[in-house]
């Protein structure tokens, strides 16, 4: 018999990965000015502009959101008009475009490219390294949180606990040197400018229309083999991953403030898919032998400042699969979680 243990609409669902919390308004109220957020469009971008949005709205005064990106997908751009963010249609690659940004006392930065590293790994340099001086340029004297990720680090075995924000850098493959790369930058603006910045390293974020949940369920409920190789990851509710990156404005500093963002457990792949298994009424078909290390990170530093995560991970599984039984829109964007050896 499956398992059914929440059983929210597609509609609330997808409410909890923008609503602000408490704590998160408390947090912006703190702050002043307001906020841009630059590459607002991608997975993470419009749920985390109309948060910041929501949350500023609670607040004394007039602040406001600003959403900018190239809006390839004009349904992104139409759901933050309609919620009341004001957008703004740029290409940062642009110099003339630049100069459009508008002036903001805080930056939220999340442009960044990974798959198709593998094909045109220049493209990849150019996103993630050069891209981020050029904005910074115009955001010099804001306080800037920037979206990095887990990959910078080199695999740790499970019983380490995960890298933690004092751990060597090790990336392995192109993607993940370039996310080095951008971090680079953003360290050297902050000491020669004095810009506070917060570097966010993040894996992996859950948002049912995409992430490792919904890689696995798709699976399982396909008959499709899940590779287990990769024998453990991170993940955390993006609702949650939103509310630490904006809460990060308050801890920008210079040099930066580095920042793991994800869950607190380190969880087993083969667990996922079996409990998944279980909520589908499927028998999940595992492949593969589990590696004694895997790409994880050791989120207790962001969990003391901010708080544990809003959204438990029995809650993420369960909304998972009422999301996919459902027929809930799917972005089709797959992780590619498993991928041990840096090729995206």
């Known amino acids: 018999m499956s398992i059914h243990l929440n059983r929210p609409g597609l509609d609330d669902i997808a409410a909890a990965a923008r609503r602000p919390s408490t704590a998160l308004v408390e947090a ?41 990106s190239r809006f390839s997908d004009p349904a992104a751009r139409r759901e933050l008009d309609e919620a009341g963010v004001r957008t703004l249609a740029l290409d940062v690659s642009d110099a003339e475009a630049l100069r459009e940004l508008p002036e903001s006392e805080n930056l939220v930065y999340m442009v960044g490219r990974k798959f198709g590293t593998s094909a045109d790994s220049s493209a990849t340099w150019f996103s993630n390294v050069v891209l981020p001086h050029l904005v910074l340029t115009r955001y010099s004297d804001s306080r800037v949180v920037a979206l990095s990720s887990g990959n910078v680090y080199p695999f740790s075995s499970p019983v380490s606990g995960g890298c933690t924000e004092e751990s060597p850098y090790g990336p392995i493959g192109e993607y993940a040197q370039s996310c080095v790369g951008r971090e680079q930058v953003f360290i050297h603006h902050s000491r020669t400018h004095r810009t506070p ?52 404005l308050t801890i920008a500093d ?14 087993s792949v083969r667990w996922l898919a079996e409990q998944l298994g279980r909520r589908l009424d499927r028998e999940p078909v595992l492949v593969g032998d589990e590696s004694d290390t ?16 809003d959204v438990a991970l029995a809650t993420m599984l369960d909304w998972t699969v009422e999301w996919l039984l459902a027929g809930g829109t799917l972005l089709d964007k797959p992780t590619g979680f498993g991928a041990r050896d840096g090729k995206f």
């Open 28 to 68: 912006l109220a703190t702050t002043s000015g307001d906020i841009a957020v630059v590459g607002a469009a991608g997975k993470m971008g419009v749920s985390l502009s109309r948060m910041a949005a929501d949350a500023l709205a609670s607040l004394p005064g007039d602040r406001r959101v600003t959403a900018v």
């Open 197 to 248: 910045v917060a570097l966010i390293r993040l894996n992996y974020a859950i948002d049912c229309r995409y992430g490792v949940l919904t890689d696995i369920a798709r699976a399982v409920l396909d008959g499709t083999p899940v590779d287990v190789s990769q024998g453990a990851v991170n993940v955390v509710w993006q609702g949650d991953a939103n509310r630490y990156c904006l809460s990060a």
């Open 254 to 267: 210079t040099p930066p403030t580095v920042l793991n963002v994800t869950g607190p457990e380190i969880v």
């Open 294 to 309: 895997a790409l994880l990170s050791n989120a207790s530093k962001s969990h003391a400042l901010f708080g544990y995560p």
